[in-house]
């Protein structure tokens, strides 16, 4: 019984340790995408510009505030593409949870049972022993007739 205890205790640390770097790995990623994010989108703004005359400026800006809008709209797709990667994993996770504190309580409820059963045994064993003693001393003592008195 020893043995099984044993692996199901290491299988909860296996767990324990998948889903914590499930998190911490999605919790860097999504570090990394905010300074890249970042970083780009700084790197449109100071942009010096180039243009010297009113159309080619207004022309600059539009263009820039359209890569703007790309940028925004692509990491926002990355960051949902990896969100619903990170849910997939997680739900995978928690079946894998599921399923080990399922067989832990069917091993548990496995031992209830057979302490239980032991429980009885040994109790009818002793209720047995305890009826024959109670029918050997009423073999051994004497009847009672009714209607006499014993005088001291």
Known sequence: MSD???EQTASYVELA???YTTLVDAVS????RALAFGKSWLDLVTK???ATSVEAAYRERLERANQLVDLTIETAQHAGTQAAKLGNQLAQHSSDWQTSVTQTMRGVMQTGASNLKYVGDA???AFNGVTKRVQDLAAQ???VVAGTVKKN
């Open 29 to 32: 990623d999504a570090n990394h």
């Open 48 to 50: 010096p510009y180039a």
């Open 17 to 19: 340790n998948k889903t």
């Open 141 to 143: 003592s004497t009847p």
């Open 4 to 6: 099984r205890g044993s």
């Open 123 to 125: 109790a009818g064993e």
